[in-house]
């Protein structure tokens, strides 16, 4: 069985660009969820959804933060601009409904210059 | 708001040798308790879960781990070290509200193991 996909694995810029991350989740599973983890933490959530709609993004910084799922399967996660402290780990996991067992993807490693 | 600490930054352990990574969370109603481990550059990868009943929990790799309410805690153990398990390990506190309530992460602990 194919795992939770990621891409880029890793990506560099300079504060104040835009960035963009994609994750397919596994085949069937409903919930997807973006996780961040800063370097020397766990992760933390960032959004997460339901097929296409948004189950819960209060822990999403809204002005420069954006995600989408339009087709209830796979997802993007945007940053702009990117600022210093956005320098993570970018995690997707997906599940078949609840959060029993997330099955995470390797994650995007980004480094904001 | 439910919090999860994990008092121990880095272990170091020898090959062969017992281990125990600590665990405790901070709510007021019976949590969902899990455990993951992250090896270097990949994914976090479930250990094992505990959501009621028998409060020794058996995992894969080897690994279990206890559920002690008056403790509030949610150890791991495994009684005898590989050097594959050379990772990051994570403890995780949810709770059923609806079904799908986000799990809250500790910090994590980094397992070394020598030889």
């Known amino acids: 069985e194919a795992g939770v996909a990621q891409s880029p694995r890793y990506k560099i810029i300079e504060k104040r660009q835009s960035v963009a991350f994609w994750c397919n989740p596994i085949?069937?599973?409903?919930?997807l969820y973006w996780y961040q983890q800063i370097l020397g933490q766990g992760p933390k959530l960032l959004i997460q959804?339901?097929?296409?709609?948004?189950?819960?993004d209060s822990q999403l910084p809204k002005d420069r933060f954006s995600a989408e799922r339009l087709k209830g399967v796979d997802s993007t996660l945007k940053i702009q601009p990117a600022k210093l402290e956005d320098s993570a780990v970018y995690l997707c996991?997906?599940?078949?409904?609840?959060?029993?067992?997330?099955?995470f993807g390797s994650g995007t490693q980004l480094s904001v210059l | 708001a439910q919090s999860v600490t994990q008092p121990d930054i880095h272990i170091t352990v020898s090959e062969g040798a017992s281990l125990e990574l600590r665990c405790n969370y901070s709510?007021?109603?019976?949590?969902?308790l899990f455990w993951y481990v992250q090896s270097p550059g990949q994914g976090l990868q479930l250990l094992l879960k505990y959501f009621s009943g028998d409060t020794l929990v058996q995992g894969i790799k080897g690994f279990e781990a206890e559920f002690k309410r008056s403790q509030s805690s949610f150890n791991l153990r495994k009684p005898s070290v590989h050097w594959s398990d050379a990772a990051e390990y994570f403890c995780a506190v949810g709770f059923y509200t609806s079904g799908n309530t986000p799990l809250v992460f500790g910090k994590g602990t980094r397992l070394s193991v020598i030889a």
């Open positions: 996991a997906s599940s078949l409904g609840g959060n029993e067992k997330l099955f």
């Open positions: 959804f339901q097929n296409n709609g948004v189950v819960d």
């Open positions: 085949s069937g599973h409903a919930t």
């Open positions: 709510y007021g109603a019976t949590p969902y």
